[in-house]
């Protein structure tokens, strides 16, 4: 079973519509990555968290550290928010970052 | 400047070439890294370099060597590739090694083994 798991998998809406993407982690951790990858393409940093809430634009990321979840929020989407969303953490003691599997979100006009 | 370079782009060879891929950051980060990403996959970590020296190599086999010259460039070098080494290669730098930094992405190299 991976470390992190993602929810859901795939994800398509109709341009303006709220989307929620979650997270879920089975370790103590130190911090929890939102990434963003549009097809083909590299790997843009979107938050870290460690604790609360942030925003970022149309963007807002919560973690909540008890229950060891995530989400990551678009608000009025569009369809260059198109991409793979890619949640990762960091355990307590180590460089490495563990993946979630990703979400494709596909964003229609 | 708030970017991790990486060249090239893309990159097809042969299974007896040698080539190298080159990654850049000059946010004065000290921890640089190599992941491996294939299609519809996570990204994968091969090597981290911190303060210049390498601190992990995950199991990589040898036909992939990194070095780090100085403290804003990591290499990437290729030597004796198979098929199934062709992926998307990414670098990533962080202020340092410690658990709370971000990592900065570079936009990869996409490489094709034939």
């Known amino acids: 079973k991976n470390e992190v798991e993602q929810s859901p998998q795939n994800l398509t809406a109709q341009e303006g519509e709220f989307i929620t993407i979650n997270c879920s982690y089975s370790v103590g951790i130190s911090a929890l990555h939102w990434l963003q990858q549009h097809p083909g393409g590299g790997i843009v940093s979107l938050f870290m968290l460690s604790s609360g809430k942030k925003k970022h634009g149309r963007l807002i990321a919560t973690i909540n550290i008890q229950e060891k979840h995530s989400s990551l929020h678009i608000t009025a989407s569009h369809p260059r928010d198109s991409a793979v969303y890619i949640c990762?953490?960091?355990?307590?003691?180590?460089?490495?970052?563990?993946f979630g599997a990703g979400t494709t979100v596909t964003v229609r006009a | 400047d708030t970017e991790v370079t990486q060249t090239p782009k893309h990159l097809v060879m042969g299974m007896t070439n040698k080539k190298s891929l080159k990654c850049e950051q000059h946010m004065g980060h000290r921890a640089m890294y190599w992941y491996k990403q294939k299609a519809k996959k996570p990204p994968e970590l091969m090597f981290v370099?911190?303060?210049?020296?390498?601190?992990i190599n995950e199991s990589v086999p040898s036909r992939f060597s990194p070095e780090c010259p100085n403290s804003s460039l990591l290499n990437l070098h290729l030597h004796a590739l198979q098929p199934e080494d062709s992926a998307l290669y990414l670098c990533?730098?962080?202020?340092?090694?410690?658990?709370?930094?971000?990592?900065?992405f570079g936009p990869g190299t996409r490489l094709t083994v034939l």
């Open positions: 370099y911190s303060y210049e020296k390498l601190s």
């Open positions: 990533a730098s962080s202020r340092n090694g410690r658990v709370k930094n971000e990592q900065f």
């Open positions: 990762a953490v960091r355990g307590s003691n180590d460089y490495k970052l563990s």
